[in-house]
């Protein structure tokens, strides 16, 4: 069972189009450049989800999005926690260095709430334009939880006759520094109403 | 000096080597089940990914049915996986009645978000027990659900189970 070649490559192009969309919104937000060093898609066993964000036991910040419409499935994004720090901090200096040691990590939550609906919402937007489909996303969650443990049980829901998946990768560097996340998007395999995402 | 072997997603490993460690890796909604015969001295550890291959039985009430597409890996399915292990070591001599058992996982990590196929980890651990029971096996000891991640180690050498968690550090189960 494979997944047709045409598919991939469209899922691709809507990949790179909606992260370097993502990109320009978040450079726009932060006010800061930021530079688009790396966007890399993929097509991957399910064995391996738990293992696309690094080592599985490694705690992340994770946005998690589930979708209907045309397609169901689900959308994750994951910062390792020096990114997350980074990109708080870019995005709201003044405010994490006012606040108490012990709401940091709430307002990091919601600040990096905030860059995983911007680039959340581009990549859904331009993969449904690409295919043109409807994709209704539910708003997201925030987890802080080992990598592994999130992407195997997001694997879990992605459905039970799936056996590969597709992936995005995005590295941005802000400034100087660099910041990375990784976006893991799972379509439940053949739960399009025409075809899409169907293997054959 | 152990030897880390990695079981990952729907697999199941076992082991008759003493220094061995078999390791799943931050089970979330996934089940571990480790299996040890004291008198071989020797165990198994299946990654349980889904209760079952059958449509969703998850969920409530009737739903679609259907076969795997092609022949999957053992460990996926709860019932296969228990099966799978409990041959691997009957194969050598095991004896199902006098092994140590231990199950750890199922959680529910997604916390918050309510998906259409329910508590995956829930129907996964319920199925686990199922399958056990099914193949004779004692009742397994257990650290399941919350909604945590957890490592599950099994020592062959000294047939003890350790879970770690990230809140809770590891402890033997």
Redesign the interface.
Request: no cysteine; charged share 15%.
């Given at each position: 069972?494979g997944v047709r070649v045409l598919d991939y490559l469209r899922f691709q192009e809507a990949a790179i189009l909606g992260l370097e969309s993502a990109r320009a919104v978040l450079s726009a937000f932060t006010g800061r450049p930021l530079r688009l060093q790396a966007v890399q898609t993929d097509y991957v066993e399910?064995?391996a989800?738990?293992l696309l964000s690094g080592p599985?036991?490694e705690?992340v910040l994770s946005s998690?999005v589930?979708f209907a419409g045309d397609v169901e499935g689900q959308l994750l994004i994951l910062f390792r926690p020096d990114s997350a720090e980074k990109l708080a901090g870019v995005l709201a200096p003044h405010i994490l260095e006012s606040v108490p040691d012990h709401e940091i990590p709430a307002l990091m939550d919601s600040l990096i709430g905030e860059v995983a609906n911007i680039v959340g919402s581009s990549v859904l937007n331009k993969v449904a334009d690409g295919f043109d489909i409807k994709i209704l996303p539910i708003p997201p969650?925030m987890?802080r939880?080992?990598?592994?443990?999130?992407?195997?049980?997001?694997?879990?829901?992605a459905g039970?006759?799936g056996?590969a998946t597709y992936v995005a990768y995005m590295k941005v560097t802000l400034d100087e520094e660099q910041a990375s996340f990784d976006i893991v998007f799972l379509p439940r395999l053949g739960s399009s109403k025409d075809g899409f995402w169907n293997t054959e | 000096m152990p030897n880390q072997l990695v079981v990952g997603l729907a697999e199941v490993k076992w082991s008759v080597v003493q220094e061995d460690v078999l390791v799943a890796f931050s089970l979330g909604s996934c089940v571990g089940v480790a299996l040890w015969d004291p008198v071989l001295r020797a165990g198994a550890l299946a990654h349980v990914v889904l209760p079952s291959a059958k449509g969703r039985p998850w969920q409530d009430g009737p739903g679609p049915s259907r076969e795997p597409p092609r022949p999957e890996k053992p460990g996926k399915y709860a019932a296969t996986a228990v099966s799978y292990a409990a041959r691997c070591l009957t194969l050598i001599g095991g004896d199902p009645a006098r092994m140590r058992v231990w199950v750890a996982g199922g959680a529910h990590v997604l916390r918050g978000v309510t998906l259409p196929g329910g508590d995956i980890g829930a129907a996964n651990v319920r199925a686990v027990k199922e399958a056990l029971k099914r193949e004779g096996f004692p009742p397994p000891r257990e650290d399941v659900g919350e909604d945590y991640g957890r490592t599950m180690k099994l020592y062959v050498g000294e047939g003890k189970v350790t879970v770690y968690s990230v809140s809770r550090g590891e402890r033997e189960i």
């Open positions: 069972m399910l064995t989800v738990p599985p036991e705690v998690y589930t969650v987890i939880e080992m990598a592994g443990a999130v992407l195997g049980s997001a694997m879990s829901y039970s006759d056996d | -």
